[in-house]
């Protein structure tokens, strides 16, 4: 596969990155500067510089021609402005996909997140504003002919993997590795059977591989 990211250099793009590479996957990470592509490439993760908020479409679709599978994980998060977390986190899927289909390139993940993420700790209007923009790209995506999959991630943490999670179409939020987000989001892309699926992952007792063959008995292939 040859595989492009958005939002290569964030937590979980990067572990995609360095787990489809070494999987002998092609992989294209987009940065915002020039210093950070110079570091993908010296881990064998060729790198183009760009940002999906200011870039035309037509530049996009050239960054994304030749590829196979967008991966779309960037995320202002509300920490740079209301106008970034618009531009990215709203706005960014949509124009990825208007790109994508100047490319001719029909397959979109997106990495989202919970709908009740954190709704126990009263976050503050940054969040709640971050939590509108991703369900807007949400059906924005859900609305296009592509073959897509959002994945929604339960709380993020970092400790090293486990390679076991709890996988399906609605999820309790808790907590989940980012290293095996990161891998689901392979395992699924090596499904390419497995599409246009709203899922949920959060830690659990199933192997991940096993998890996503799950999917295919509960109708989510076509």
Do not use: C
Not at 81 to 91: L, S
């Amino acid at each position: 596969m040859k595989v492009i990211i958005v939002g290569v250099t964030g937590g979980v793009g990067v572990r995609v990155a360095r787990g489809l590479t070494a999987r002998g996957h092609q992989v294209t990470g987009m940065v915002r500067r020039s210093g950070q592509a110079s570091s993908l490439e010296r881990e064998g993760i060729a790198a183009v510089v760009g940002d999906v908020a200011t870039d035309a479409v037509e530049t996009l679709a050239n960054f994304i021609r030749g590829h196979d599978i967008v991966l779309f994980t960037a995320g202002a998060g509300g920490r740079d402005g209301p106008e970034a977390t618009v531009a990215v986190d709203g706005d960014g899927p949509a124009k990825v996909v208007a790109a994508m289909k100047i490319a001719g390139v029909n397959r979109f993940y997106l990495v989202s997140v919970f709908p009740e993420a954190w709704r126990e700790r009263r976050m503050d209007e940054d969040f709640e504003q971050y939590m509108v923009e991703k369900k807007k790209a949400e059906t924005q995506i859900t609305l296009t002919d592509l073959d897509w999959i959002i994945l929604r991630p339960s709380a993020l943490i970092n400790e090293p993997g486990v390679g076991t999670v709890d996988l399906g179409l609605a999820k309790v939020h808790e907590e989940i590795r980012r290293d095996d987000v990161a891998d689901t989001l392979i395992a699924l892309m090596e499904r390419p059977e497995i599409r246009r699926s709203i899922l949920e992952v959060t830690g659990g007792e199933t192997p991940i591989a096993d998890a996503v063959t799950a999917l295919m008995s509960s109708g989510k292939a076509s």
